[in-house]
């Protein structure tokens, strides 16, 4: 079985994310997506509101083969590994779903040598980053291989929401969720 682990910081989640999903599920037998905290990061919203808006997300893709494994979230990728092969066995076919503006950095993850042994990488194009070639080849050296997603997504991110609060970008479960909330409300640090 072929699994697709789809971390995510969903700050909030966007329709480009139901894009990858969209496509994920069409190259992967299950697709395992949860709402991360990224030590790297500063999260606008908690885990918790982000989570939501993550299922939220999912009530409108509605594709069997995606869930929502919330329980497999950790900072640390090595510890979402494990639970993962905890969840579907030892020998489950793991991919790493990455985007590509974070390509270079996935070598200061705790414990990389150890984690990337483990698993497939998949990454994700993003407006404005380049996925060098030299970054494919070294994480295909130190990884049980690397591909570069060959799906359009979307040009806007979550990010982009958060400055500009353009709504289009939202499904409208979402949108609601984060109108009933407050959420977002001034800047990135409202939540």
């Known amino acids: 079985m072929t699994v697709a682990l789809f971390g995510t910081s969903?700050?909030?989640?966007?329709?480009?994310?139901?894009?990858?999903?969209?496509?994920?599920?069409?190259?992967?037998?299950?697709?395992?997506?949860?709402?991360?905290?990224?030590?790297?990061?500063?999260?606008?919203?908690?885990?918790?509101?982000?989570?939501?808006?993550?299922?939220?997300?999912?009530?409108?893709?509605?594709?069997?083969?995606?869930?929502?494994?919330?329980d497999i979230s950790d900072r640390r990728t090595l510890n979402t590994v494990r639970k993962a092969r905890q969840k579907w066995g030892e020998d489950v076919d793991l991919t790493m779903v990455i985007g590509g503006d974070l390509a270079s950095q996935i070598f200061t993850w705790y414990e990389a040598e150890k984690l990337w042994r483990q698993l497939k990488v998949l990454l994700i194009h993003r407006e404005g980053y380049m996925i060098e070639q030299e970054i494919i080849?070294?994480?295909?050296?130190?990884?049980?291989?690397c591909l570069v997603a060959s799906c359009e997504i979307p040009p806007f991110s979550s990010t982009d929401y958060r400055h500009n609060h353009d709504e289009t970008v939202l499904t409208d479960k979402v949108k609601t969720y984060i109108k009933e909330n407050r959420l977002y409300l001034d800047d990135e640090t409202s939540c």
């Open 10 to 70: 969903s700050d909030p989640p966007t329709i480009a994310h139901k894009t990858i999903l969209g496509y994920l599920s069409q190259n992967y037998d299950l697709v395992a997506v949860y709402a991360s905290d990224n030590p790297f990061k500063t999260h606008a919203c908690s885990l918790v509101d982000r989570a939501k808006m993550l299922q939220l997300l999912l009530e409108d893709i509605n594709l069997s083969n995606i869930i929502h494994c919330q």
């Open 137 to 145: 080849k070294k994480i295909n050296d130190r990884s049980r291989g």
